[in-house]
């Protein structure tokens, strides 16, 4: 008996798995933005927006889009802007950088 797989079939089940490991596929991202409460969920554990300013956009100047890096208006102003992230660059900065970020540092 010869067992016969449909890739197409195999896809849901990968892209789970994969899921599961905190693999975001790039498709999905592209010229996506999204705002801090998401960004702060997603890529750092929870941790308070207020946390993410100062210990990852304030300590990582790179993170700045005036630096060119992903992140538009890092703290947002009386003015009404909002902080917006692209996610993708994001994503993959927070990837290669993670090791760097002292997690367990608290707020003054």
Wanted: charged residues 30%.
């Amino acid at each position: 008996m010869e067992l016969t797989v449909n890739p197409e079939d195999l896809k849901p089940l990968v892209d789970q798995l994969m899921a599961s490991y905190g693999y975001i596929p790039a498709d999905e991202t592209v010229g996506k933005t999204i705002g801090m409460d998401e960004f702060r969920k997603k890529y750092c554990g929870g941790k308070a927006a207020e946390w993410v300013r100062t210990y990852i956009l304030d300590r990582y100047p790179e993170t700045n889009w005036e630096n060119g890096g992903w992140c538009v208006n890092p703290h947002r102003t009386e003015g009404g802007r909002k902080t917006i992230i692209f996610e993708r660059k994001a994503a993959a900065w927070m990837d290669d950088h993670q090791e760097m970020i002292d997690w367990n540092e608290k707020l003054r």
